[in-house]
């Protein structure tokens, strides 16, 4: 089975610092994506990528820059943490050959800003 | 820009009743749509896919969903409900014809009642 870890299950941060969150996927996949999910907001999407050393922006990337160096390991950095980036933060990775592929998910990490 | 919505924070149907969790999307191209379940402290999984073909399509735990064009929607459906498909709902879409971002509703919780 296709595995998704995220290096941190909750994770609290003081206002300013940089946190980084890390994400791991075993499946060889091409494509993996950082969302962060609020209640009645849903998931949306901050970065992803589709290649090493490749990223996209996605719908809210302010705040956020990431990092794809290994095509295995794709990691979100908050140069800044703010009380808005308390959140659920998940991971996700595709096989790029088909954009049909479905997501494989980590288990997420619940980010608190105090 | 492409969107996908959830009309229902939350339904609720009887345990033996069918069920039906509503989606509607908006693309300029062709979409790729998707349902992804979430239960309690997990990540999120995927349930199915459309991409071409059969309007209907089967997927995870007995779950299908209805691909209408004309009505722009994609409606996730179970014949007979556990109380074990008691979860967080999300539709999430593909624009073929733009850039490569999915994008995912902002969820629907679904309760069984025994």
């Known amino acids: 089975d296709v595995k998704v870890t995220q290096s941190s299950r909750y994770l609290v941060k003081r206002t300013g610092e940089k946190v980084f969150l890390e994400c791991v996927q075993d499946?060889?996949?091409?494509?993996m994506f950082w969302y962060r999910q609020d209640p009645g907001l849903g998931l949306r999407l901050i970065y992803f990528?589709?290649?090493?050393?490749?990223?996209e922006k996605g719908d809210i990337p302010e705040g956020y820059s990431v990092s794809r160096e290994k095509k295995e390991r794709f990691s979100l950095i908050l140069e800044s943490a703010s009380t808005n980036q308390t959140s659920m933060y998940l991971c996700?990775?595709?096989?790029?050959?088909?954009?049909?592929?479905?997501?494989?998910f980590g288990s997420g990490t619940q980010l608190s800003v105090l | 820009a492409q969107s996908v919505a959830q009309p229902e924070d939350q339904v609720n149907v009887a345990e033996g009743n069918p069920l039906t969790v509503k989606c509607t999307y908006s693309?300029?191209?062709?979409?790729?749509l998707f349902w992804y379940v979430q239960y309690p402290n997990r990540g999120l999984q995927f349930l199915l896919k459309?991409?071409?073909?059969?309007?209907l399509v089967k997927g995870s735990y007995g779950f299908e969903a209805e691909f209408n064009k004309s009505q722009t929607s994609f409606h996730l459906k179970k014949p007979s409900a556990l109380v074990s498909d008691s979860a967080l709902y999300f539709c999430?879409?593909?624009?073929?014809?733009?850039?490569?971002?999915?994008?995912f509703g902002k969820g629907t919780r679904l309760h069984i009642l025994p």
């Open positions: 459309y991409i071409t073909g059969d309007n």
């Open positions: 999430a879409v593909r624009d073929t014809d733009r850039d490569d971002k999915i994008i």
């Open positions: 996700a990775s595709s096989w790029g050959g088909d954009r049909g592929e479905k997501l494989f």
């Open positions: 499946m060889d996949h091409e494509n």
């Open positions: 693309v300029s191209g062709n979409p790729y």
């Open positions: 990528s589709y290649d090493v050393k490749m990223k």
